[in-house]
């Protein structure tokens, strides 16, 4: 797999799934385009840390429509091209129903399915004008296995995966006739910063208990699941989902 000469945009860039994402691609001479929302000091450390002077860090919430329209515009002032987008950005509450008020309710799905689903939507359409214009792309969206099974304290969340999924699968239909390939990861559980309280908590066992593996999933093993759809040959799986989720989550 060489990503020599690609310009490569990932969304949350600065830590755990995308942080490991960044740094699979730049190991194989990807240019990278890191975005972050809040978290400047660690996505320009990350930068920092890449070999090659050419990457570049860019700031936008992706649940606003104009800053995703000035993320890409940005990108393209900068690099002048496009060749894979990595929709990772994204965010998790967990919100138990019996507790929740009805504004309360209507405010976690109101963040969550902005950030994790309208936001990679308009992300997708942006870099799908540029890669139609190109004639090749590849875009990759991170899903969840919460999208199959369910998350019952998280439904926003399942809900804005599922809706997801089913965005990839549509994009690959309208994309495929400009060699533009469209692609989903859905993990299981990944040890990163945010979730190691849980699994160092009481929780913890129980959490590594659902897979056969008895553990979670790094970063990194995301990641290589990223890279290897992002590779050359890999057309023909256009519209795939990808379960990487230590068969703690079994379908057919």
Avoid at 54 to 61: I, L, R
Avoid at 175 to 184: K, M, Q, R, S
């Amino acid at each position: 797999m060489d990503f020599s000469n690609r310009i490569i945009l990932v969304t949350g860039a600065a830590r755990g799934i995308g942080s490991a994402t960044v740094a699979a691609f730049a190991r194989l001479g990807g240019t990278m385009a890191l975005h972050y929302r809040s978290s400047r000091k660690q996505a320009e450390a990350l930068r920092h840390s890449l070999s090659g002077d050419k990457h570049a860090t860019f700031q936008a919430d992706i649940s606003s429509p104009d800053d995703c329209e000035r993320l890409m515009t940005e990108v393209m002032d900068h690099y002048g091209r496009l060749d894979v987008l990595v929709n990772n950005a994204g965010i998790y509450e967990l919100k138990s129903l019996g507790t929740l008020e009805y504004r309360d309710w209507q405010a976690t799905w109101t963040r969550t399915l902005d950030a994790d689903l309208i936001g990679p939507a308009n992300l997708c359409f942006l870099a799908a004008k540029v890669m139609m214009r190109q004639k090749s792309g590849h875009i990759i969206n991170i899903s969840s296995r919460g999208a199959f099974r369910g998350e019952p304290d998280a439904p926003a969340y399942g809900a804005a995966k599922a809706g997801l999924n089913q965005l990839s699968q549509s994009l690959a239909w309208a994309l495929a006739p400009y060699n533009i390939f469209v692609g989903v990861v859905a993990p299981g559980f990944v040890r990163t910063d945010m979730t190691e309280v849980l699994l160092a908590g009481p929780q913890g066992d129980a959490i590594r208990a659902q897979s056969p593996l008895k553990r979670a999933a790094t970063p990194e093993e995301i990641a290589e699941a990223v890279v290897r759809l992002s590779a050359d040959g890999m057309l023909y799986a256009t519209g795939c989902i990808l379960d990487v989720n230590g068969a703690s989550y079994l379908r057919s």
